[in-house]
C-alpha cells in the first residue's frame, strides 16, 4: 500500500547545523527551503502513517446480520490501493538547473577569491618588504603612503606643505604654467 | 623675631631663624619626625617626601631635575637582509638605521669619532692634547680672534647646561610620546591597508564554506521537502480512508444498537401493557386481596 516510491517521513537535512555554515547572504535561501520543508514535516507527523487494522472477523460477530455489508466492506477496503504519486520531471529538472546555477555561481566566486587573494597577497607582500615605519627613509614616505606624502620630482603638482589645497583646482597651475604671462594681460611690461 | 614663633606658639623648642632656613633640613635635635616645624615640612615638599597623615607623596616641580632619560623600548631592529632594491651591496653600503639614541660625544659637543681616530695614534690623551694645542696655537696666532661678544658663550654653555639637567628629562619623554603618536598614525594606516587584505581572506574563505554547503544540502534539502509534499498527501489520504471507514463501521454499530434497543423498548411495552391490564381487571383484585388478608391473619405478630 505504500507504492513502491521511497517514502521520506523525516527531512535528513541538519537546519541548525547547517545554519551556522552559511553566511546571511545565503542563509535567506535556506530559511525559505526551511519553512516550506517545516510546513510539510509538520503536516507529515500529524497524519497517520498507514491504514488502521480493521478486525472484520470480529465484526462479523459482533454484527452479524450486517455480514454482507462488512464483507463487501472488506473487499472494498482490501482492494483499496492509494496512489503514492512522484515528483514531476519538470520539478527534478529545476532542481538540475539550480545546481547547475549554483555550479556556475562556485565557479565565478573562485575566480573572484583567486584575483582577490592575488591583490592581497600584493598588498601584503608590498608591506612586508618595507622597512619598520621608524626607519623610513623621506622618499619611503611618499612610496608607501602616497595620499600622505607626495614626491616633487615626478609629480606634477605645487608644493603644499600646510595643506591648503593648492593642488586641488587647476587654476593655479595653469596661471603659473609659463612665467612670462602677467597678472593682467592689458599690462606690458616694456621698460 | 623668628616666623616660627607665630606659626606654631605652643611648640617653643622649634625655633628656626630665616636665615637659617637652608639648614632646617638636617635633622635638629629640638625636632623630631613626627612634628616637623614649617620649613622641614617645605623641604619634605621639595623632597617630595609626604607629611604625617598625607596617602601621597607630593608631587615635587624636581623630580625630573638630574634625571637622565632612556626609551621604555628601543627601535625595531631592521631585518638583516632587507634591500629597497635587489642591487644594493648592503656589506658597503648597509641600510641608514634611525639610531635610538644621539652619537657619543666628548666635552657636551664634540663627536666621540673624532677624538677615537686620533687615539689610535696618540693614545688617551693624544686628541685632547692635538686639539687644546692646536686651539691654543690658532688663538697665539691670532688665527682664532675671540669676537667682543665671545665670552658670552660661556654663559649659553652655562644656560644650556641648567637647562638640559632641568627640563631635559622631561622634553625628552614629551618628545618621545609625540614621536611614538607619529609611528602609530603610520602603522594605524598600514593596518587598514591590511585590513582589506586580511578582510578578504576571512569573507571569501567564509563564502566558499558557505557555498560548499549550499550545494551539498540544497538539493536535497528541496528533493526531500517534495519528497515530504508527497508523503503528506498521502497520508491526508490514509487519513480519509480511516475517517470514512471508521464512519461506515460506526454507522453500522450504531444501527444495530439502535434495533437492539428498540426491540427492548418493544418488548418492555409489551409487558408492561399486559400487567396493566391486569391489574385492572376486578377479579384480580378480589382474588390477590383475599389472599394478601388471608396471609396478613396468619402472621403472628409478637409485641
Known sequence: MSGAAKRVATSSINWAKLGERLIPEHAGELSRIKGVSGTFQSAVSQLPADLPKVDFAALKKELPAHAAVLDSLQKQFESIKIPYGEIPAEYAKEIEQWTEYNNARIKLHELKVADGLTEAKKVEEKWAKAPPVEHFDRQHFAEYFPSHFYDLRYENRIPDPCNIGLNETPEIEARFKDYKVLRRADKVDDH | ?303
Open chain 2, 1 to 303: 623675631m623668628s616666623l616660627s614663633r607665630f606659626l606654631c606658639p605652643s611648640n617653643i623648642r622649634a625655633v628656626v631663624p630665616v636665615r637659617l632656613a637652608h639648614a632646617s633640613n638636617v635633622p635638629s635635635a629640638v625636632s623630631t619626625d613626627d612634628q616637623p616645624n614649617y620649613f622641614q615640612k617645605i623641604a619634605y615638599r621639595f623632597k617630595g617626601i609626604p607629611l604625617k597623615g598625607e596617602t601621597e607623596a607630593p608631587k615635587s616641580m624636581f623630580d625630573a631635575v638630574g634625571k637622565e632619560w632612556s626609551a621604555p623600548e628601543p627601535l625595531p631592529a631592521i631585518p638583516k637582509d632587507f634591500k629597497e632594491h635587489p642591487d644594493r651591496d648592503l656589506t658597503n653600503y648597509p641600510y641608514p638605521a634611525r639610531p635610538m639614541y644621539p652619537p657619543k660625544t666628548r666635552l657636551l659637543m664634540m663627536p666621540d669619532s673624532w677624538f677615537t681616530a686620533f687615539q689610535k695614534v696618540t693614545g688617551v690623551s693624544g686628541p685632547y692634547l692635538f686639539f687644546g694645542g692646536l686651539f691654543a696655537f690658532l688663538v697665539n696666532k691670532e688665527l682664532w680672534v675671540y669676537e667682543e661678544q665671545g665670552h658670552m658663550t660661556v654663559g649659553w654653555i652655562l644656560f644650556y647646561l641648567l637647562v638640559s639637567r632641568s627640563a631635559g628629562y622631561k622634553v625628552d619623554s614629551w618628545l618621545y610620546g609625540e614621536y611614538q603618536n607619529r609611528m602609530n598614525y603610520f602603522k594605524g594606516l598600514i593596518a587598514e591597508d591590511l585590513k582589506d587584505a586580511v578582510e578578504f581572506r576571512k569573507t571569501s574563505a567564509e563564502k566558499t564554506e558557505s557555498l560548499k554547503a549550499v550545494r551539498e544540502s540544497i538539493p536535497t534539502a528541496l528533493k526531500e521537502s517534495m519528497q515530504l509534499q508527497l508523503e503528506a498527501s498521502y497520508r491526508k489520504n490514509i487519513e480519509n480512508i480511516s475517517t470514512e471507514l471508521k464512519r461506515r463501521l460506526d454507522y453500522l454499530k450504531e444501527t444495530e444498537a439502535a434495533k437492539a434497543r428498540f426491540e427492548k423498548e418493544q418488548l418492555m411495552k409489551l409487558i408492561s401493557s399486559a400487567v396493566d391490564k391486569e391489574i385492572h381487571q376486578a377479579s384480580f383484585k378480589e382474588k390477590y386481596l383475599a389472599n394478601a388478608i388471608q396471609q396478613l391473619q396468619g402472621l403472628n405478630v409478637k409485641a
